[in-house]
Structures are given as structure tokens and as C-alpha cells.
């Protein structure tokens, strides 16, 4: 009976992970993500069209230097991990250039 289970339950995981996938991909693309950057940065239009191709909606906001790294010591982002920009998203502060499955 355990080895019967135990095989039951290594062919079920992948199934649940499966099925978890689109309601992952859902919360995604109805979730905003703010990017705050300075203006003019490829690197940060580049990680936004990134996040859109995998199914997320940014919306940008564009600051001073000064005005962003104030963002950033509110948002408690320690200095040695200091991006061009930073995101909030679900109350989570995303610095640099994280990958999507990550921010999920």
C-alpha cells in the first residue's frame, strides 16, 4: 500500500504543478508592476518589455536620481544591492533585473 501511494503521489506533483501554471499566469498579467527609473535607461526598457513578454503589464515612472534613490531608502533596498531601478509589486520591492518566474 505505501509503494502504491508513494507512486500515486510522484505521478500527482507534476500534475498540480502543472495545473498551478495558468493561475500563476493570470495573477501575472492582471497584477501592475510599478518601475521607477531614471530617464533614459535601456537597460530598464529592456527588463519592462521583458516582464510584458511573459505576461505582465508595467506601468513606468520616470524620477530624478535623487527622488529614486529616496524610493529606494524608503523601501529599505540595501545599498550593496542597488539596481537602476526599482519595482513594487504586491506590497514586494523587485531591484534589478529579476526574471519573471522569480516575481511570481
Same mark, same amino acid.
Given at each position: 500500500?505505501?509503494?502504491?501511494?508513494?507512486?500515486?503521489?510522484?505521478?500527482?506533483?507534476?500534475?498540480?504543478?502543472?495545473?498551478?501554471?495558468?493561475?500563476?499566469?493570470?495573477?501575472?498579467?492582471? $497584477? &501592475?508592476?510599478?518601475?521607477?527609473?531614471?530617464? +533614459?535607461?535601456?537597460?530598464? *526598457?529592456?527588463?519592462?518589455?521583458?516582464?510584458?513578454?511573459?505576461?505582465? $503589464? &508595467?506601468?513606468?515612472?520616470?524620477?530624478?536620481? +535623487?527622488?529614486?534613490?529616496? *524610493?529606494?531608502?524608503?523601501?529599505?533596498?540595501?545599498?550593496?544591492?542597488?539596481?537602476?531601478?526599482?519595482?513594487?509589486?504586491?506590497?514586494?520591492?523587485?531591484?534589478?533585473?529579476?526574471?519573471?518566474?522569480?516575481?511570481?
Amino acid at each position: 500500500m505505501t509503494t502504491e501511494r508513494s507512486y500515486s503521489m510522484k505521478l500527482l506533483l507534476p500534475v498540480l504543478a502543472l495545473a498551478a501554471i495558468p493561475a500563476m499566469q493570470a495573477h501575472a498579467q492582471t $497584477t &501592475p508592476i510599478g518601475v521607477y527609473k531614471t530617464n +533614459g535607461c535601456g537597460c530598464c *526598457l529592456f527588463w519592462m518589455e521583458y516582464l510584458e513578454e511573459n505576461g505582465f $503589464t &508595467p506601468t513606468s515612472e520616470d524620477m530624478f536620481m +535623487g527622488s529614486l534613490v529616496q *524610493l529606494k531608502l524608503d523601501n529599505d533596498v540595501p545599498q550593496r544591492m542597488v539596481s537602476c531601478h526599482t519595482a513594487l509589486v504586491d506590497g514586494y520591492v523587485i531591484e534589478g533585473h529579476v526574471p519573471a518566474a522569480d516575481i511570481r
